[in-house]
């Protein structure tokens, strides 16, 4: 065991990759995926208590977490704060149930600050709250152990009650659907369309009014690009992009389907997905591209990740989007050097925007604000790039700054920086796991299941019964306030719904936010 106290890198690695084999193991519908790391961490500290990361590991990896966290919820974040209020309303309860709950047993049991905020933050499986508790805390480069044990103790038990809701909401979506429940969200289809009649209308016309886009036009034996201001008359032929049940529309309203495919025939006419890895279009609205002025072309869909998206004007696109992009055959080739089309510079790191998006979180992270009473809120490595990635990531890019960094890149910065650190938790608190279980064992778990089970009840009576939410959204909602991936996970696999995966992405960086300011509130005045 001395091998890992005299290389802390052997113990990083050893953690990482042992701690990833346990978090894939599952028990039941249940696996606790990065906390594997946190859970081998504490297990070898316990056995060799003198094992440990150097303190510089835990602020890097904390802070470059936080600021992909922020970063990637960015423009999501300030859509929801628009548009959708409700279900944050009930995050927003819970959290603050959880808090009060951790609070008053905390009290009652005689629990320490530092270990009760630490399982408010494992009962809500938010590791930056953890990180922030731990700054607010800290003693010069002194670390306390209690919140990481606090975190160890609450996380297992809200990933289980967790999915245990979820099942309870499948349940109830069986026994009493809603009208919600009974609807399907149509999936993106491409068809084209006859129309019969003068629709009275231009392209663009038509595509506002259908929410679609139209990228051929075939008139008589001629097929063209379809551009905005062409008006339409009877007998055109429309190769529609739109979602199903939008296209159904149409066809009532406008024509009927077309008997022949002229999209099929790429003599004149040719399709591709080129990917967008120019820096100089990232960050910018898809109209910004002025694609069908420069090369005649038209896109009509965006791949993003694993998921589909209507090429509409005011899309702000981002780096290794893929588009479907619709222009002569001859100017395919053009398009294609123009958007970049580069696997390699759509993986691009982004070293400026990452590095100046840190600096200026890591300078905000030196401010402490004064708070009522007395208290003072420290930023901290932890806060501080997460507010900063927030803010950067809804502007995108300034001038010739882009902030935002490409989804692989982001993900696999946010994966890693959070095995490392959870591992460096791990090491630092496992060497006090033993006695605190000794000691406090049943109260720990009384505080985990309390808290995580306020969160889970006011969710599921928030989301199903006050806002008579279907189950997809409401299994969004409640996996998104909770955070974790785990239960997420389980309900998208019982019900694979768009509604279910946009809940989760509206709410998980709200609440992310207001767990880490909840929790050095907690810290700040009791």
Not at 73 to 86: D, E, H, K, N, Y
Not at 449 to 470: E, K, N, W, Y
């Amino acid at each position: 065991m001395r091998w890992f106290v005299e290389n802390p890198l052997l113990t990083l690695f050893f953690c990482l990759g042992v701690g990833s084999l346990v978090g894939r193991v599952r028990f039941g519908p249940v696996a606790f995926g990065p906390a594997g790391a946190l859970f081998v961490a504490l297990a070898l500290a316990a056995v060799e208590p003198d094992v440990a990361l150097p303190p510089i590991v835990t602020s890097l990896s904390l802070c470059v977490f936080c600021y992909m966290v922020g970063l990637a919820a960015g423009p999501s974040f300030v859509s929801a704060l628009r548009t959708t209020w409700q279900p944050i309303v009930v995050s927003t309860v819970a959290i603050v149930a959880m808090a009060a709950t951790a609070l008053g047993l905390g009290a009652a049991f005689g629990l320490d600050i530092g270990t009760v905020a630490g399982a408010f933050a494992g009962a809500g499986t938010a590791t930056p709250a953890l990180g922030a508790v731990q700054q607010q805390l800290a003693v010069g480069e002194v670390i306390p152990p209690e919140p990481a044990i606090g975190y160890a103790v609450a996380y297992p038990i809200t990933v289980c009650l967790t999915i245990l809701a979820c099942s309870y909401l499948l349940s109830a979506g069986r026994r009493k659907p809603t009208a919600e429940d009974r609807e399907k969200v149509p999936p993106i289809v491409i068809r084209t369309v006859e129309l019969l009649g003068d629709p009275d209308l231009n392209v663009q016309g038509l595509e506002r009014r259908y929410h679609a886009v139209v990228s051929r036009l075939t008139r008589g034996a001629d097929t063209v690009v379809a551009h905005e201001t062409e008006r339409l008359a009877d007998g055109d032929l429309l190769t529609v992009t739109a979602r199903e049940d939008q296209i159904a529309h149409l066809i009532e309203d406008l024509g009927r389907p077309a008997e022949r495919e002229p999209w099929l025939d790429r003599s004149e006419i040719d399709f591709r997905r080129i990917i967008l890895s120019k820096p100089d279009y990232v960050g910018r609205e898809l109209r910004a591209l002025k694609l069908d002025q420069r090369f005649d072309a038209v896109v009509s869909r965006v791949r993003r990740g694993d998921t589909e998206i209507i090429a509409t004007p005011d899309l702000v696109l981002q780096n290794g989007d893929r588009l479907r992009v619709t222009a002569p055959r001859n100017r395919m080739a053009d398009i294609t050097r123009d958007l970049g089309d580069s696997e390699r510079a759509a993986g691009d790191i982004n070293p400026i925007g990452l590095g100046l998006g840190l600096t200026i979180g890591l300078v905000l992270a030196l401010v402490n604000l004064p708070l009522p009473g007395g208290g003072t809120l420290v930023l901290g490595t932890a806060t501080a790039p997460l507010v900063v990635g927030v803010i950067l990531g809804a502007l995108g890019r300034t001038g010739p700054v882009v902030w935002t960094l490409p989804g692989g890149v982001s993900n696999t910065l946010n994966q890693f920086s959070l095995l490392v650190f959870l591992v460096a938790v791990g090491t630092g608190a496992g060497g006090g796991l033993v006695s605190a279980l000794a000691d406090e064992g049943l109260a720990l778990i009384v505080l985990g299941v309390a808290v995580s089970g306020a969160h889970a009840l006011i969710c599921v009576v928030g989301l199903r019964s006050v806002l008579r939410f279907g189950t997809a959204r409401a299994l969004g909602g409640l996996t998104g306030s909770q955070l974790n991936p785990a239960p997420y996970a389980y309900a998208i696999g019982k019900v694979p719904d768009q509604r279910l995966s946009v809940g989760y992405a509206v709410l998980f960086p709200v609440s992310m936010i207001i767990k880490v300011f909840v929790a050095q509130l907690m810290v700040v005045y009791f």
